[in-house]
């Protein structure tokens, strides 16, 4: 079946170091998008890309990286320089034409320690 | 002034209760919106698109109102089940592929 695999699940690091939340697609979707939700809050848009070697900055880009060398793979980094970097991370990728639904992987838990 | 605005809730309402929840958005030019459901610790799913004539989808029933820039669900008849956040989400432009989410509005039904 046809998806979209985030891993790992859960995560813990230590302040000052870099993590990378994985997100993999085969529903051949062109567009990926990251987003971070904290407690009781709503999604908020760390990065998107609409095709291969393309990506713009959401509304949160601060601290986080990403990379889009093949269409199936959407990685995140999790950089130092964000100052509070907890939360649940969601990736979400959908077709550039059509009914511009998102599907969204189960999500990577992020705690840092 | 947040680009899609939802009342939090919670929203508390006996089984069989008809609700209804609305979304504010300040863009004039969103393109498209979507009701997305999200249970505890999960990933959102989408719930239903909201067109320009309004639709329907069993007891959930989505407006759309572009001159007052909101959209709203109506939910008849609430089950047990349908406890659960609500999210709002609108497509900022045509030509941008960015999708906005509000934060949400909780609905708790009770027996």
């Known amino acids: 079946d046809g998806g979209i695999t985030q891993s790992p699940k859960y995560l813990f690091r230590k302040e000052g170091q870099n993590v990378t939340l994985s997100c993999e697609q085969n529903?051949?979707?062109?567009?990926m998008y990251w987003y971070r939700q904290d407690p009781g809050q709503g999604l908020r848009l760390i990065y998107y890309?609409?095709?291969?070697?393309?990506?713009q900055k959401g509304d949160i880009a601060e601290g986080y990286s990403v990379s889009r060398e093949k269409k199936e793979s959407f990685p995140l980094t999790v950089t130092s320089a964000q100052k509070n970097p907890t939360a649940f991370y969601l990736c979400?990728?959908?077709?550039?034409?059509?009914?511009?639904?998102?599907?969204f992987g189960a999500g990577s838990r992020l705690t840092v320690l | 002034r947040k680009e899609v605005e939802q009342d939090p809730g919670p929203f508390n309402v006996p089984e069989g209760a008809t609700v209804a929840f609305n979304c504010t958005y300040s863009?004039?030019?969103?393109?498209?919106f979507f009701w997305y459901r999200q249970d505890c610790r999960k990933e959102p799913k989408l719930l239903m698109s909201?067109?320009?004539s309004g639709n329907e989808d069993g007891r959930f029933t989505a407006q759309l109102n572009r001159a007052s820039q909101y959209i709203s669900l109506l939910i008849r008849d609430s089950k047990l089940s349908d406890s659960a956040t609500y999210l709002c989400?609108?497509?900022?432009?045509?030509?941008?592929?960015?999708?906005?989410f509000g934060q949400g509005t909780t609905l708790q039904v009770k027996p």
């Open positions: 890309s609409q095709i291969v070697n393309d990506f």
């Open positions: 863009n004039s030019a969103s393109q498209s």
């Open positions: 989400v609108v497509k900022a432009e045509s030509n941008t592929g960015k999708l906005i």
């Open positions: 979400a990728s959908r077709r550039s034409s059509g009914a511009n639904v998102l599907t």
């Open positions: 909201v067109y320009s």
């Open positions: 529903l051949n979707h062109d567009a």
